[in-house]
């Protein structure tokens, strides 16, 4: 059955319930928003909620204080407290006033307001293992935070205060300016620390000569399995959106060089995922940063394979690592018939790939026989 624009109510029983809403100009095409709704639904279930309701509001433009409208805002209040919601996560980055005025309206509804920067920060919190990683998304999460507590505070201003007055609200916007100023500062005290021992580490490595390949790609390529089948290391792989945050290194033997190679892991890319984001994992994406090599994996498998070569690309120019070496390795190709790995392969034209099952081992030696010819 073919999946129409609406509304989508799934079953539920005891997980986080909530509503997504996405806004879509009315041109856009209608396998394109859908699309964009069903990464944001894995999302969702990555971080351990179910989703309850699915909507698309068609605006050319989003609606200044409420980024969906007042009366699509009402609708879904009246239907997040008829389901039990208690969550409303709009697919966008939201500016500072409209996350305050949905938060107000949906107050009566006690229905939460998140915006897509927020669902991802929730995910990186609970998949965070290191010190490190944890205070890189708290870092993170002050920078996406601060502007709305401002912005919240503003409006407490305008209504305490008077003409030639100070009000209660403008008092607080001082106090939490200050609070998190501070808090930013002692943070980044706390990674510059972690900084200098990775700067000292690279130093060594630069000393004695050792290459290093970072492990980039797309989230969910299966970059922590390729790690973990190229050195041996057993580190938790999932398939999952941002199954891994921090930075894992293996050694792996290079027989033509009869020497070893330092392999890391990183972060997993996505869409529209912003500058903040990618500044507050700088130790994560460092390795990329200073590596040697790179190793884009893809999923071979994903209907938006070559969307998400698009998105990582973009990224890694972002990072101003676009020119490095690179090679592109096509995995999970073990999932994909060979009419589609032959198409796969047309598309790419020029660029060449490593085709790879991670998982099975399948073309781990063509591809270490590559990266050997590349770092030669």
Same mark, same amino acid.
């Given at each position: 059955m073919a999946r129409k624009h609406g509304a989508t109510r799934l079953s539920c029983m005891t997980q986080q319930k909530a509503i997504l809403i996405d806004l879509i100009h009315p041109r856009m095409q209608s396998e394109h928003s859908l699309d964009r709704m069903e990464e944001l639904e894995e999302l969702v279930h990555t971080y351990g909620g179910i989703v309850i309701v699915k909507k698309w509001q068609k605006r050319f433009a989003p609606h200044p204080k409420t980024f969906i409208g007042t009366g699509k805002v009402i609708e879904l209040g009246e239907e997040g407290k008829t389901l039990g919601?208690?969550?409303?996560?709009?697919?966008a980055q939201l500016k500072p006033r409209q996350t305050y005025e949905l938060s107000e309206q949906?107050?009566?509804?006690?229905?939460?307001?998140?915006?897509?920067?927020?669902?991802?920060?929730?995910?990186?919190?609970?998949?965070?293992?290191?010190?490190?990683?944890?205070?890189? @998304?708290?870092?993170?999460? @002050?920078?996406?935070?601060?502007?709305?507590?401002?912005?919240?505070g503003m409006e407490l201003s305008r209504q305490a205060g008077g003409i030639g007055t100070i009000g209660i609200g403008e008092t607080n916007i001082e106090?939490?300016?200050?609070?998190?100023?501070?808090?930013?500062?002692? @943070?980044?005290?706390?990674? /510059?620390?972690?900084?200098?021992?990775?700067?000292?580490?690279?130093?060594?490595?630069?000393?004695n000569n050792l290459k290093t390949i970072a492990v980039v790609g797309y989230t969910n390529a299966g970059k922590t399995t390729l790690l973990n089948s190229l050195t041996g290391r057993k580190e938790y792989a999932a398939n999952e959106l941002f199954a891994t945050l921090d930075t894992r290194v293996g050694q792996l033997f290079l027989p033509k060089r009869a020497e070893v190679a330092l392999v890391s892991d990183t972060i997993g890319f996505i869409k /529209?995922?912003?500058?903040?984001?990618?500044?507050?994992?700088?130790?994560?994406?460092?390795?990329?940063?200073?590596?040697?090599?790179l190793l884009h994996v893809a999923d071979a498998s994903d209907k938006h394979f070559f969307q998400q070569l698009d998105v990582v690309d973009d990224i890694l120019k972002r990072l101003g690592v676009d020119q490095k070496p690179r090679i592109l390795v096509l995995n999970k190709i073990d999932l994909v018939s060979s009419a589609t790995r032959k198409e796969i392969v047309s598309r790419l034209g020029d660029r060449k790939a490593v085709c790879i099952s991670a998982q099975k081992g399948t073309g781990l030696k063509e591809l270490i026989s590559k990266t050997e010819a590349v770092l030669r």
């Open positions: 919601a208690s969550l409303l996560i709009i697919n949906l107050k009566k509804y006690k229905i939460q307001v998140w915006d897509r920067i927020d669902l991802i920060l929730k995910i990186f919190a609970k998949h965070a293992r290191t010190t490190e990683a944890r205070l890189e @998304i708290e870092l993170a999460s @002050i920078r996406h935070m601060g502007p709305r507590i401002f912005g919240m106090r939490m300016k200050r609070h998190l100023k501070e808090k930013e500062r002692h @943070i980044k005290d706390k990674l /510059e620390t972690y900084q200098k021992g990775r700067d000292l580490q690279r130093a060594s490595r630069k000393r /529209e995922l912003p500058l903040e984001l990618l500044n507050a994992f700088a130790s994560t994406l460092s390795e990329a940063v200073d590596s040697d090599l």
